[in-house]
């Protein structure tokens, strides 16, 4: 192996930890926002060691935690490129695609009638709901309601998602399956297009008693180009999902797929992962930091999770071998002391370590999140698409 050649690479994206806003952000409603910072001013004895230990506080000033005196590896900041703070946008630009019309959300007033209505007419099923919510909270409020009329909930969250409930034993799961195809291809119009319609089923007869089951179905937009994953595939190397990447991506470019059931499932899958042998890529992301905490505006609850991932994370290190690099980053902010209930425009850290580093320190801050992606392809001597954004660090990696 080369100096700047590595058998295996990690990518694990905490889901929404930004480290400042963006120039732009103000244009979003995200002046000042600093997901990881405002967290740690909340947040009182955060204990971060492993983060801390790769230089994050040597990145991005930390309140109560110092910077490392010697970090293992390198940082920097990543810039958005593409317009938009969505998963999507930012998982398609991490793997070089450059998003230039962001995908519409529908947070603040649900969705418009015009859609709704051709939605109800093309189901035959009458739709209520129509708002912003959890999960749970909406089967809460309306499930029993949908039992007994066979009316459609529909929901969406402050990501691009349009979300269908429907009960397995009196909705079932073909219908609810055949309702969500008709959505996906009503969202394909410019003014409703969403990144993911979901199907999500559930069981009970009363509130109190309702649990989603494994059957989701994600009905997702496929990225409209090549990727990093689909040059890392073609090559023949191993590309293993962890998380909602399968999700993002619609499948494209992976060879092995892994759900998790919430971020620490995801890492100890990751654990299971980095004992086997292969070659290329595993990609993880890590979603409860934001689906659980940032867009319900909880410090507290998001530095427990950091707190459990860093725990975690301090699993891992002792498993790479001189052979492996770990990049650790994110896809957008998530600032859980901002205003509403969305993701924040902000600037996404670059942690890049390996046991065979000689070298660490901050490097120039990058003009895309497909730095990430780029170095990958450019790690096992291959080319990006043509047309995608980033530039490999490799050779900075020493």
């Given amino acids: 192996m080369s100096q700047n050649k590595y058998r295996r690479v990690f990518t694990i994206v ?3 930890l930004g480290v400042g806003a963006l120039e732009d952000a103000a244009a979003y409603g995200d002046a000042g926002t600093d997901t990881l910072g405002h967290i740690a001013e909340r947040v009182p004895g955060l204990k971060i060691p492993n983060l801390q230990k790769l230089g994050m506080a040597n990145l991005h000033p930390l309140k109560g935690i110092p910077p490392a005196e010697r970090p293992l ?9 593409s317009a938009g703070k969505d998963t999507m946008t930012g998982h398609w630009e991490m793997m070089g695609l450059h998003v230039t019309k962001p995908f519409r959300t529908f947070t603040e007033h649900g969705f418009p009638p015009e859609l709704l209505e051709e939605l109800s007419r093309r189901t035959g ?14 089967l809460e409020e309306l499930a029993e309601e949908e039992i007994a009329t066979g009316h459609m909930i529909v929901y969406t969250s402050a990501d691009s998602v349009l979300q269908i409930c429907g009960n397995e034993e009196t ?3 073909e219908e609810l399956y055949r309702c969500c195809q008709i959505a996906r291809e009503l969202t394909l119009r410019d003014e409703w297009k969403v990144g993911r319609v979901i199907a999500r089923p559930y069981v009970g007869r009363k509130k109190g008693e309702f649990k989603r089951t494994a059957n989701r179905h994600d009905y997702a937009l496929k990225p409209f180009g090549r990727t990093a994953l689909n040059v890392l ?18 499948g494209e470019g992976l060879t092995e797929s892994n759900k998790s059931q919430s971020s620490v499932h995801g890492m100890e899958q990751t654990l299971e992962i980095a004992r086997r042998d292969f070659d290329g890529l595993c990609y993880v992301n890590l979603v409860d930091f934001d689906a659980l905490w940032g867009h319900r505006r909880n410090p507290e609850g998001y530095g427990r999770e950091l707190e459990a991932f860093d725990e975690k994370l301090g699993e891992l290190l002792p498993l790479l071998k001189k052979e492996d690099l770990l990049l650790v980053t994110a896809d957008h902010g998530n600032d859980p002391t901002h205003t509403g209930t969305d993701h924040t425009r902000e600037k996404v850290p670059l942690l890049a370590y390996s046991p065979s580093m000689e070298g660490y320190g901050l490097l120039e801050e990058g003009s895309s999140f497909g730095a990430v992606g780029a170095t990958i392809v450019d ?3 291959l ?5 995608t954004v980033g530039s490999s660090i490799l050779g900075k990696l020493l």
């Fill in 125 to 138: 099923r009458k739709i209520i709901g129509n708002k912003s919510a959890s999960g749970t909270e909406i």
């Fill in 14 to 16: 905490i889901d929404s």
């Fill in 383 to 387: 080319e990006m698409p043509e047309g």
């Fill in 171 to 173: 909705f079932g799961l």
């Fill in 379 to 381: 790690n096992f001597g």
């Fill in 233 to 250: 595939k073609d090559a023949g190397l191993s590309v293993i999902s962890v998380g909602k990447i399968y999700d993002i991506f619609d």
């Fill in 73 to 81: 590896g390198y940082y920097m900041k990543l810039r958005e490129a």
